[in-house]
Structures are given as structure tokens and as C-alpha cells.
């Protein structure tokens, strides 16, 4: 009977709200699709990127910046979904859309 209270403590208190947690989620899948848009494009070699980078004597810079771009812009696409997709609701009665109606309607242009 001797049962110890439950501490918080093991959780940083940021963790604890859902929407920072949501947030470092999605930052976190923005930074593998990043890791993994980077490796794709040092693996493809698209104008000689790869070469280009390996040539420069300060390649390691170049590399940092291009997988900062990287991080920043797919860390913010994911967060923005995530963002955007907290007040959709799951529709069961179809395949979503609109009501059916007339999309046309005469109109009179004058010259």
C-alpha cells in the first residue's frame, strides 16, 4: 500500500499542451522528409549538385545552408497541415463535396 504519487516530472511541461506537441510532431516528420529529399537530391546528382558541393573547399557550408532551406521549408509545410487540418471533421455519408446545383447561370454582357 505503500504506492508513490505519480510525478510529472519525466515530461517537459511544452509536451504537456497539445498543440505544441502537435507542432513538434510535425516538425519532426518535416525534418526525415527533409533528410530524405536531401539524400535523394546528393544521391540523384541533379545538375551536378552532388559534384559541385564535394568540389567546393567550403562544401560542408553549402551542404548546412541547402539542408537548412530544406528542414525550414518542409518543417513549416507539415506544421501548416497540421495546422489546417485541426478543424476538419471526418465525413462517413459519401465522398465529401458540396450540394448538387446549377453551376451556370445566363448573364448579359452588353458591348
Not at 46 to 57: E, F
Not at 90 to 96: F, P
Request: glycine share 16%.
Amino acid at each position: 500500500m505503500n504506492e508513490t504519487p505519480h510525478t510529472t516530472g519525466t515530461t517537459p511541461p511544452l509536451l504537456r499542451q497539445p498543440l505544441f506537441r502537435l507542432l513538434a510532431i510535425n516538425l519532426v516528420i518535416g525534418i526525415a522528409v527533409a533528410g530524405l529529399m536531401l539524400g535523394g537530391l546528393l544521391m540523384l546528382n541533379p545538375g551536378h549538385l552532388r559534384d559541385l558541393i564535394l568540389a567546393d573547399r567550403d562544401g560542408y557550408a553549402a551542404l548546412g545552408l541547402l539542408a537548412f532551406g530544406l528542414v525550414v521549408t518542409f518543417g513549416s509545410v507539415a506544421m501548416g497541415t497540421a495546422i489546417m487540418a485541426l478543424g476538419r471533421t471526418r465525413r462517413t455519408d459519401g465522398d465529401g463535396g458540396g450540394t448538387r446545383g446549377r453551376a451556370a447561370a445566363a448573364v448579359r454582357v452588353r458591348s
